[in-house]
T-cell receptor, first 116, second 119 residues
Framework: AQKVTQAQTEISVVEKEDVTLDCVYETRDTTYYLFWYKQPPSGELVFLIRRNSFDEQNEISGRYSWNFQKSTSSFNFTITASQVVDSAVYFCALSEPSGGSYIPTFGRGTSLIVHP | NAGVTQTPKFQVLKTGQSMTLQCAQDMNHEYMSWYRQDPGMGLRLIHYSVGAGITDQGEVPNGYNVSRSTTEDFPLRLLSAAPSQTSVYFC??????????????????FGPGTRLTVL
């Protein structure tokens, strides 16, 4: 079973629409970390956010916001007023303290296409 | 700062050949990692290092070796290349191991990637 599920393979929106990328994770640990990364068409990877399991506060950074809900094991990512430059593949990842190391497990990614 | 640099950007190998992917960072980060990315997949951790002289295996270490003789450099060696190692390789560094450490604002920086094809 996947530890990180990004059920949306591809999302297509028109510029200025709000869009939410879903991430559902599975872990038995009480201490863990969740991440979001962005990979634009150019291929580089950009780290967006890290959240630890003890901090359920929602995070907002400009047009980006993250909703962490332990009750539903979800860490969703919302882009408000999407722009063409937001077109990218977005990865959610989970890091658990397996054997003392925190080897990350990545979801398969959600491809976001923002049309002008 | 140059950030995280990787060389080469592209490489084609024949099965059985060996090579080293170079990774360097100038941010004095203790933590460095190597990931591979295959089509339609997320990243998978190959090896990581928590400081000079200390390395450990990730999820998919077979066929790869690493060493960390300096804080700046973290080369990845393919011992005998196989077609299954065709992938895009990313090196990353951070002040703390992304996922642990006290730095709540710690950011993980990635290199531009190396696209490797093994024929």
């Amino acid at each position: 079973a996947q530890k990180v599920t990004q059920a949306q393979t591809e999302i297509s929106v028109v510029e200025k629409e709000d869009v939410t990328l879903d991430c559902v994770y599975e872990t038995r640990d009480t201490t863990y970390y969740l991440f979001w990364y962005k990979q634009p068409p150019s291929g580089e990877l950009v780290f967006l956010i890290r959240r630890n399991s003890f901090d359920e506060q929602n995070e907002i950074s400009g047009r980006y916001s993250w909703n962490f809900q332990k009750s539903t094991s979800s860490f969703n990512f919302t882009i408000t007023a999407s722009q063409v430059v937001d077109s990218a593949v977005y990865f959610c990842a989970l890091s658990e303290p397996s054997g003392g190391s925190y080897i990350p497990t990545f979801g398969r990614g959600t491809s976001l296409i923002v049309h002008p | 700062n140059a950030g995280v640099t990787q060389t080469p950007k592209f490489q084609v190998l024949k099965t059985g050949q060996s090579m080293t992917l170079q990774c360097a960072q100038d941010m004095n980060h203790e933590y460095m990692s190597w990931y591979r990315q295959d089509p339609g997949m997320g990243l998978r951790l190959i090896h990581y290092s928590v400081g000079a002289g200390i390395t450990d295996q990730g999820e998919v270490p077979n066929g790869y070796n690493v060493s960390r003789s300096t804080t700046e450099d973290f080369p990845l060696r393919l011992l005998s290349a196989a077609p299954s190692q065709t992938s895009v390789y990313f090196c990353a560094s951070s002040y703390s191991l992304a996922g642990v450490g006290s730095g709540g604002t710690d950011t993980q920086y990635f290199g531009p990637g190396t696209r490797l094809t093994v024929l």
